[in-house]
Structures are given as C-alpha cells and as structure tokens.
C-alpha cells in the first residue's frame, strides 16, 4: 500500500496547524507532523541577502525536515505535515522575485534532488487574502519575520502556489481551501479530501 504524505501549505495565519490538530483528533490513525518551530528553540533564519544566506537557511530547515521525519513509522499510510519543503521553496521563490541577482530559488531547485526530503504526494492549500491575514494577525502575539506580512511577498509566495509548484512538480496531487471561511467548512472541506484519498488508495 502506497503511503500518502499530506502537506498543509499555505501564508501566514492561514488555519494550518489549527487543522493539522482537528484532523488528527477525528483521523487518529494518520501520522500528524508539527511544523517546524516544534522542532527547534533557535529563531529561523533572517531574510537572505547573500547566496552563501540562502544556503544556511536550506541546511537549518534540511536538518528540522530530517528530524521531524525521526518516529515515522514505515508502515504509516497516511502522514499530515504542517508545511513541507513546498513552503521552503515558496519562500526562496517570493525571495528571488525581490532579489532575481540572488536566485534563491533556482538555487534551491538544483540542489532538491540531492537531498532526502520527505516529499509530499498531495498539497493541501489554504487560500488567504490578505485582509484576512491583517485580521488574524491583530489577536496573534507569537514573533513572525515582517516579510511574511507584506503583500508583495505573499503575491509571489500565491504565485509559487498557483502555477510554479505544479511547473515543477507536475505529479503532486493539490487541493486548494479557502481558508477565509468559517472553520468548520474548512475542516469539513480538508476532511472529505483526506477520506477520499485513503479510499483510493486502498482500493
């Protein structure tokens, strides 16, 4: 039986580790993975603005992937991971649009297939604007990098997302959510996706 690695991706204060933890609680018997701040007490890297920058921020987060991966079972049929290398790629995607002289992303591209990340097979995305974003991140108190709240940036990030990630990885099952309605339609939405996939796969 095929194993079906899950990525919830999406921009900031989109719901992901909200529905990370509501799906692990009606699904019990799929593998829940936190994101990667549950894997470190060192604050991630600051914005690159060098390539040798770009570099040590891909080994920071090839590291927290290797041992978020420690404790998964082989024989799990279903892993849900908040954010996955996808993010890492968005990121350095939006980085590059900022900075083309940079090119962290095409960076990045070439060195993937040397590592050995947990790749994901289907891509759940919760789609924010950034009205919503500005809203949610009024009642939030945790330290985020203020790029991730500019528009420019999260424009490029929702293009990654939108047309380079399947540019890319064209076998990569994605879903997309709008994350801007209620949370029971969103959990509801992200549940359905997940039952149907297992049932295909035990077919």
Partial sequence: MDRIVVALEGLIHAGKTTLLHTLGQKLPWIVSV?????????????????LVDVEKAWSFFLELESERQTGIAHD????????????ILAYNFAIEQLNKALQAFSWSLKTLCCKDWLFPTVCIY???????????????????????L?????????NFYSDKMLEHFPSLQVFRI???????SVHHEALCIIEALLKKVIK
């Fill in 178 to 184: 709008d994350a801007c309605q209620d949370l029971k």
């Fill in 150 to 158: 500019d528009s420019v940036f999260n424009a490029a990030m929702r």
């Fill in 126 to 148: 919760l789609d924010i604007s950034d009205k919503e974003i500005h809203n949610r991140h009024l009642t939030e108190i945790s330290y985020y990098q203020r790029i991730l």
């Fill in 76 to 87: 799990a049929i279903v892993v849900l991971l908040d954010r996955s290398v996808l993010s």
């Fill in 34 to 50: 936190e994101e990667y701040s549950e894997f470190t007490r060192e604050r991630f890297p600051s914005i690159p603005i060098t």
